[in-house]
């Protein structure tokens, strides 16, 4: 029976992803927390390794169709994955000198990214149209991998916007085709909750193999049902309505 409702969980985010684009991180930690009562430590590891293997079919996809600028990936990488080492290291220094007191910790970390995350999705269509009548401001590849430091550290000790904190950069901040915006994120994301999972892993020992893998079971035919779906829902509606109670989830968090 476990097993069961934790399959229909992972079915439920599949489907929510599959309707509406917004990352399993920012959907999945929450019902975690929240709905299946799992330790914030053990959620924020568990969740990461989630969202690593939910990422692999659209990131080889996207690698064989050349949707993926790499030497973006690369720099991107190089600062995600020590800010990832940091960010999990610094749960590791609080939970030794402050025990549970992590949890509240993580727990407000998991509510201003539940507000911020949002409010850029609300607008983000603005934001992109914007962005696309201004020219680049930043090309380097320093700048790029400061931008993968502040996300990897970010997601280190969240787990949560390992794809939608970087589009929000790239969208600032630099000029690509759509797709290949998609790709590089996707495919970014993919290295990071790796390396961020195996960190929980090595350093914490803060993932629950058997909760990530009944999640798994149900979120693949969850995320078919949510594509085949999303073509007959009115899909804007539906995601602004996710975004309002991530708002409302974050809010509460933080109020906890």
């Known amino acids: 029976m476990d097993i069961l409702v934790k399959a229909l969980v992972g079915f439920l985010v599949g489907s929510l992803i599959g309707m509406t684009g917004v990352g399993g991180g920012v959907l999945l930690l929450p019902i975690l927390i929240f709905g299946l009562g799992v330790p914030p430590m053990m ?3 568990s969740d990461a390794l989630f969202n690593f293997f939910t990422k692999i079919g659209a990131s080889a996809v996207h690698l064989r169709r050349g949707t993926v600028r790499r030497k973006v990936v690369l720099a991107l990488i190089v ?17 030794a000198v402050y025990g549970s007191g992590v949890n509240h910790f993580i727990t407000v970390a998991v509510g201003v990214l539940l507000i911020v995350i949002p409010s850029f999705l609300f607008f983000q269509k ?4 914007r962005a696309a009548a201004q020219p680049p401001t930043m090309k380097s590849f320093a700048w790029m991998v400061l931008m993968g430091l502040v996300a990897g550290f970010l997601v280190g000790i969240t787990s949560v916007g390992s794809g939608s904190i970087i589009m929000m950069m790239l969208l600032l901040f630099y000029r690509f085709q759509p797709k290949v915006m998609v790709g590089t994120d996707i495919v970014h994301a993919l290295l990071l909750t790796g390396v961020t999972s195996f960190l929980h892993f090595k350093i914490n020992n803060n993932i629950d193999i058997r ?28 995601r602004r309505i996710l975004c309002a109670v991530l708002l409302a989830t974050g809010a509460r968090m933080l109020m906890a």
């Not at 603005?126 to 149209?129: A, G, M, Q, R, W």
């Not at 909760?211 to 999303?230: K, M, N, Q, T, W």
């Open 126 to 129: 603005k934001i992109e149209d």
């Open 79 to 95: 600062g995600s994955a020590p800010g990832s080492y940091g960010g999990v290291s610094l749960l590791h220094h609080l939970r």
């Open 43 to 45: 959620a924020v590891g």
């Open 211 to 238: 909760l990530v893998g009944a999640l798994l079971i149900g979120s693949v035919p969850g995320g078919l049902f949510g594509s085949y779906v999303s073509t007959r829902v009115p899909v804007p509606w539906l």
